[in-house]
């Protein structure tokens, strides 16, 4: 069954009544709703209040919608819990697919949800699921949001085609909006990837996003990588705050 870690409140930015309606589902009808897409995606998209998909209204508040991408096992969950100064509200189930099991026995499969604040600004951070299956979830996320972390895993087998799935993925998203690249599990595997081959296929890709080393675990390293993201935001042309 889907994990409750809180009970919501009316600051969380999130529909409360249908969140819990996503909690309450067993992930056998979570999976089954998959079928009827449709279904599943308006759901999701209750979830999100309006209210936080706009972005200039964010913007006149000082506070920003941040998206965390990436796939199974980068440390997503990990980041925002290490960063959030409210509990995390997520949406984890057990994980069924190889790639999961591969780091983690439970997996997301609709949003992570936590609020931080870096330079007096209020970040709206949402985790989207990794199992590819959930995929239209992270469409449902970039409405209205300045910015994304990508997360790498770089133990999977190959991680460049991790960031070739997820640029394409996202890439109208981040043609229009700020981004940085997070590269986890970096010193813990045997992979011949370096940050520099990082940095060379996403050049090579038409992208000019920074890459970072991150451990998803240390609240001092996600608020630098939060922090170069603003920075990004801040000096965008349609982003300033």
């Known amino acids: ?12 930015a999130v529909n409360s009544e249908a969140f819990n309606t996503l909690l309450d589902r067993r992930s056998s009808d979570a999976v089954g709703l998959l079928g009827k897409q449709d279904a599943f995606t308006a759901m999701a998209e209750s979830v999100v209040q309006p209210n936080i ?10 506070e920003l919608k941040i998206v965390v991408a990436g796939n199974v096992g980068s440390g997503k969950s990990t980041s925002i819990k ?3 100064e409210i509990p995390v509200i997520s949406t ?10 591969h780091r983690k026995e439970t997996t997301t499969t609709a949003i992570d949800y936590g609020v931080a604040h870096i330079e007096n600004t209020k970040l709206h951070i949402y985790g989207a699921p990794g199992q590819r299956r959930f995929d239209f979830m992270s469409d449902i996320l970039c409405k209205g949001a300045s910015g994304m972390i990508v997360m790498i895993d770089n133990g999977c087998l190959n991680p460049l085609t991790e960031i070739d799935y997820y640029l394409n993925q996202h890439g109208h998203f981040l043609a229009s909006s700020s981004g940085v690249i997070a590269i986890t599990h970096f010193d813990d595997n045997n992979t011949q990837t370096s940050l520099l081959d990082y940095h060379t296929y996403i050049l090579k890709n038409g992208f000019t996003c920074p890459v970072m080393l991150l451990d998803a675990r240390n609240k001092q390293e996600v608020e630098k990588v939060l922090f170069k993201l603003l920075l990004q935001i801040r000096n965008s042309k349609n982003g300033k705050i």
Do not use: C, F, G, V
């Open 82 to 84: 290490a960063i959030s």
């Open 92 to 101: 984890e189930t057990r994980a069924t697919e190889t790639d999961a099991l």
């Open 53 to 62: 998909r706009r972005k200039q209204e964010l913007l006149k508040k000082n």
């Open 1 to 12: 069954m889907y994990m409750k870690n809180i009970a919501l409140t009316s600051e969380s």
